[in-house]
Antibody, heavy 123, light 110 residues
Protein backbone atom coordinates (compact mmCIF):
# COMPACT_ATOMS: atom_id res chain seq x y z
CA UNK A 1 0.00 0.00 0.00
CA UNK A 2 1.36 3.41 -0.97
CA UNK A 3 0.02 6.91 -0.52
CA UNK A 4 1.17 9.92 -2.54
CA UNK A 5 0.22 13.51 -1.85
CA UNK A 6 0.11 16.07 -4.63
CA UNK A 7 -0.95 19.65 -5.17
CA UNK A 8 0.31 23.24 -5.44
CA UNK A 9 3.34 24.04 -3.35
CA UNK A 10 2.39 27.71 -3.06
CA UNK A 11 -0.97 29.18 -2.11
CA UNK A 12 -1.87 32.86 -1.71
CA UNK A 13 -3.24 34.10 1.60
CA UNK A 14 -7.06 34.02 1.85
CA UNK A 15 -7.26 31.45 -0.96
CA UNK A 16 -8.09 27.74 -0.77
CA UNK A 17 -5.51 25.02 -0.32
CA UNK A 18 -6.37 21.87 -2.28
CA UNK A 19 -4.46 18.59 -2.11
CA UNK A 20 -4.94 15.09 -3.44
CA UNK A 21 -3.81 11.81 -1.89
CA UNK A 22 -3.53 8.97 -4.41
CA UNK A 23 -3.74 5.47 -2.96
CA UNK A 24 -2.18 2.49 -4.74
CA UNK A 25 -1.87 -1.15 -3.79
CA UNK A 26 -5.29 -1.30 -2.20
CA UNK A 27 -8.74 0.18 -2.59
CA UNK A 28 -10.05 2.95 -0.39
CA UNK A 29 -13.38 1.11 -0.24
CA UNK A 30 -12.19 -1.22 2.53
CA UNK A 31 -14.85 -0.58 5.13
CA UNK A 32 -12.48 -1.07 8.07
CA UNK A 33 -10.31 1.97 7.28
CA UNK A 34 -10.54 5.72 7.25
CA UNK A 35 -8.21 8.00 5.29
CA UNK A 36 -6.74 10.91 7.14
CA UNK A 37 -4.75 14.09 6.78
CA UNK A 38 -2.09 15.30 9.20
CA UNK A 39 0.04 18.41 8.90
CA UNK A 40 3.31 19.59 10.37
CA UNK A 41 4.33 23.23 10.37
CA UNK A 42 8.08 23.87 9.96
CA UNK A 43 9.88 22.88 13.13
CA UNK A 44 6.61 21.99 14.85
CA UNK A 45 4.71 18.88 15.86
CA UNK A 46 2.05 16.82 14.14
CA UNK A 47 -1.50 18.11 13.91
CA UNK A 48 -4.38 15.84 12.97
CA UNK A 49 -6.69 17.54 10.47
CA UNK A 50 -9.41 14.96 9.91
CA UNK A 51 -10.42 11.81 8.08
CA UNK A 52 -12.95 10.37 5.67
CA UNK A 53 -14.53 6.97 5.17
CA UNK A 54 -15.19 5.88 1.61
CA UNK A 55 -18.91 6.16 2.37
CA UNK A 56 -18.37 9.89 2.77
CA UNK A 57 -18.50 10.02 6.56
CA UNK A 58 -16.03 12.60 7.86
CA UNK A 59 -14.49 13.72 11.13
CA UNK A 60 -12.57 16.97 11.57
CA UNK A 61 -10.35 18.57 14.16
CA UNK A 62 -12.46 21.06 16.14
CA UNK A 63 -9.84 23.75 15.54
CA UNK A 64 -10.09 23.41 11.75
CA UNK A 65 -13.59 22.13 11.09
CA UNK A 66 -14.92 25.49 9.96
CA UNK A 67 -12.40 25.65 7.11
CA UNK A 68 -11.71 22.05 6.10
CA UNK A 69 -13.38 19.56 3.80
CA UNK A 70 -12.12 16.02 3.17
CA UNK A 71 -13.70 13.81 0.54
CA UNK A 72 -13.14 10.45 -1.14
CA UNK A 73 -13.25 9.59 -4.84
CA UNK A 74 -13.73 5.83 -5.00
CA UNK A 75 -13.47 5.73 -8.80
CA UNK A 76 -9.90 7.02 -8.61
CA UNK A 77 -8.88 5.75 -5.14
CA UNK A 78 -8.12 9.33 -4.16
CA UNK A 79 -8.68 11.41 -1.05
CA UNK A 80 -8.88 15.17 -1.27
CA UNK A 81 -8.28 17.95 1.23
CA UNK A 82 -9.61 21.47 0.95
CA UNK A 83 -8.69 24.20 3.42
CA UNK A 84 -10.23 27.62 2.91
CA UNK A 85 -9.10 31.12 3.88
CA UNK A 86 -5.49 30.11 4.42
CA UNK A 87 -2.93 32.22 6.24
CA UNK A 88 0.80 31.87 6.85
CA UNK A 89 -0.06 29.69 9.84
CA UNK A 90 -1.26 27.02 7.41
CA UNK A 91 2.23 26.65 5.93
CA UNK A 92 3.16 23.04 6.60
CA UNK A 93 4.01 19.63 5.25
CA UNK A 94 0.71 17.87 4.65
CA UNK A 95 0.60 14.10 5.02
CA UNK A 96 -2.11 11.63 4.17
CA UNK A 97 -2.30 8.34 6.06
CA UNK A 98 -4.54 5.33 6.42
CA UNK A 99 -6.32 5.26 9.78
CA UNK A 100 -7.71 1.99 11.05
CA UNK A 101 -11.14 1.87 12.62
CA UNK A 102 -12.01 0.07 15.84
CA UNK A 103 -12.81 -3.01 13.77
CA UNK A 104 -9.24 -3.82 12.83
CA UNK A 105 -5.73 -3.47 14.19
CA UNK A 106 -3.95 -1.15 14.58
CA UNK A 107 -7.15 0.43 15.90
CA UNK A 108 -7.27 4.20 15.33
CA UNK A 109 -3.56 4.31 14.48
CA UNK A 110 -2.24 5.88 11.31
CA UNK A 111 -0.18 3.66 9.02
CA UNK A 112 1.14 3.84 6.43
CA UNK A 113 1.85 7.48 5.66
CA UNK A 114 2.61 9.26 2.44
CA UNK A 115 5.87 11.14 2.08
CA UNK A 116 4.12 14.46 2.56
CA UNK A 117 3.96 17.61 0.48
CA UNK A 118 5.08 21.06 1.54
CA UNK A 119 2.58 23.87 1.09
CA UNK A 120 3.72 27.43 1.60
CA UNK A 121 1.20 30.19 2.08
CA UNK A 122 2.64 33.42 0.80
CA UNK A 123 1.83 36.30 -1.48
CA UNK B 1 -9.52 18.84 22.30
CA UNK B 2 -6.06 19.90 23.49
CA UNK B 3 -2.75 18.42 22.44
CA UNK B 4 -1.28 15.73 24.66
CA UNK B 5 1.70 16.79 26.79
CA UNK B 6 5.14 15.37 26.11
CA UNK B 7 8.55 16.52 27.36
CA UNK B 8 10.33 18.41 24.58
CA UNK B 9 13.49 16.37 24.91
CA UNK B 10 14.97 13.16 26.30
CA UNK B 11 18.40 11.60 26.09
CA UNK B 12 20.41 8.55 26.97
CA UNK B 13 23.67 6.81 26.21
CA UNK B 14 23.92 3.77 23.95
CA UNK B 15 22.68 0.69 25.73
CA UNK B 16 20.65 2.61 28.30
CA UNK B 17 16.87 2.82 28.58
CA UNK B 18 14.83 5.97 28.14
CA UNK B 19 11.14 6.54 28.89
CA UNK B 20 9.04 9.25 27.28
CA UNK B 21 5.78 10.25 28.91
CA UNK B 22 2.58 11.47 27.30
CA UNK B 23 -0.10 13.03 29.48
CA UNK B 24 -3.69 13.54 28.49
CA UNK B 25 -7.10 13.52 30.15
CA UNK B 26 -10.01 11.22 30.84
CA UNK B 27 -11.37 12.28 27.46
CA UNK B 28 -8.49 10.77 25.55
CA UNK B 29 -5.73 8.61 27.03
CA UNK B 30 -7.62 7.84 30.21
CA UNK B 31 -10.84 6.98 28.43
CA UNK B 32 -9.60 4.58 25.77
CA UNK B 33 -6.92 1.96 25.15
CA UNK B 34 -5.97 3.46 21.80
CA UNK B 35 -2.64 5.19 22.28
CA UNK B 36 -0.19 5.02 19.40
CA UNK B 37 3.41 6.17 19.11
CA UNK B 38 5.27 7.36 16.03
CA UNK B 39 8.94 7.75 15.25
CA UNK B 40 9.93 10.52 12.88
CA UNK B 41 13.44 10.94 11.57
CA UNK B 42 14.46 14.30 10.03
CA UNK B 43 12.91 14.86 6.63
CA UNK B 44 10.90 11.65 6.80
CA UNK B 45 7.27 10.77 7.35
CA UNK B 46 6.24 9.44 10.77
CA UNK B 47 6.33 5.69 11.29
CA UNK B 48 4.01 3.75 13.60
CA UNK B 49 5.94 1.92 16.32
CA UNK B 50 3.32 1.23 19.01
CA UNK B 51 -0.46 0.87 18.74
CA UNK B 52 -3.23 0.20 21.27
CA UNK B 53 -0.84 1.28 23.98
CA UNK B 54 1.39 -1.76 24.09
CA UNK B 55 1.47 -3.53 20.72
CA UNK B 56 4.27 -3.37 18.17
CA UNK B 57 3.66 -3.63 14.42
CA UNK B 58 5.58 -6.28 12.57
CA UNK B 59 9.18 -5.27 12.04
CA UNK B 60 9.47 -2.90 15.00
CA UNK B 61 12.24 -4.06 17.37
CA UNK B 62 11.14 -5.30 20.78
CA UNK B 63 13.39 -2.64 22.30
CA UNK B 64 10.36 -0.39 21.93
CA UNK B 65 7.58 -0.90 24.46
CA UNK B 66 4.53 1.02 25.56
CA UNK B 67 2.44 1.25 28.69
CA UNK B 68 -0.37 3.29 30.22
CA UNK B 69 -1.44 4.32 33.69
CA UNK B 70 -4.47 6.51 34.16
CA UNK B 71 -4.21 9.55 31.89
CA UNK B 72 -0.53 9.01 31.09
CA UNK B 73 1.02 6.79 28.44
CA UNK B 74 4.71 5.99 28.19
CA UNK B 75 7.14 4.81 25.54
CA UNK B 76 10.30 3.03 26.68
CA UNK B 77 13.26 2.48 24.43
CA UNK B 78 15.61 -0.11 25.86
CA UNK B 79 19.17 -0.78 24.74
CA UNK B 80 19.42 2.59 23.04
CA UNK B 81 21.06 2.62 19.64
CA UNK B 82 22.29 5.53 17.57
CA UNK B 83 19.54 4.87 15.02
CA UNK B 84 16.89 5.55 17.69
CA UNK B 85 17.72 9.26 17.62
CA UNK B 86 14.54 10.83 16.29
CA UNK B 87 11.40 12.72 17.25
CA UNK B 88 8.69 10.65 18.97
CA UNK B 89 5.00 11.51 19.00
CA UNK B 90 2.18 10.02 21.01
CA UNK B 91 -1.37 10.00 19.74
CA UNK B 92 -4.64 9.05 21.37
CA UNK B 93 -8.19 8.38 20.30
CA UNK B 94 -10.42 11.08 21.76
CA UNK B 95 -13.91 9.83 20.91
CA UNK B 96 -16.19 10.65 17.98
CA UNK B 97 -13.59 9.27 15.56
CA UNK B 98 -11.11 12.03 16.50
CA UNK B 99 -7.46 11.61 17.42
CA UNK B 100 -5.05 14.03 19.08
CA UNK B 101 -1.26 14.16 18.98
CA UNK B 102 1.31 15.09 21.56
CA UNK B 103 3.77 17.90 20.94
CA UNK B 104 6.65 15.52 20.29
CA UNK B 105 9.84 14.55 22.13
CA UNK B 106 13.27 14.79 20.58
CA UNK B 107 15.32 11.79 21.65
CA UNK B 108 19.08 12.28 21.59
CA UNK B 109 21.49 9.37 21.86
CA UNK B 110 24.56 10.73 23.60
Amino acid sequence: LQLQESGPGLVRPSETLSLICSVSGDSITDTTYYWGWVRQAPGRGLEWIGNVHYTGMTSYSPSLKNRVTISADTSKDQISLSLTSVTAADTAVYYCARQASALIRPSFALSPWGRGTLVIVSS
Amino acid sequence: QSALTQPPSASGSPGQSVTISCTGTRSDIGGYNYVSWYQQRPGRAPKLIIFEGTHRPSGVPDRFSGSKSGNTASLTVSGLQAEDEAEYYCCSYAGNNLVVFGGGTKLTVL
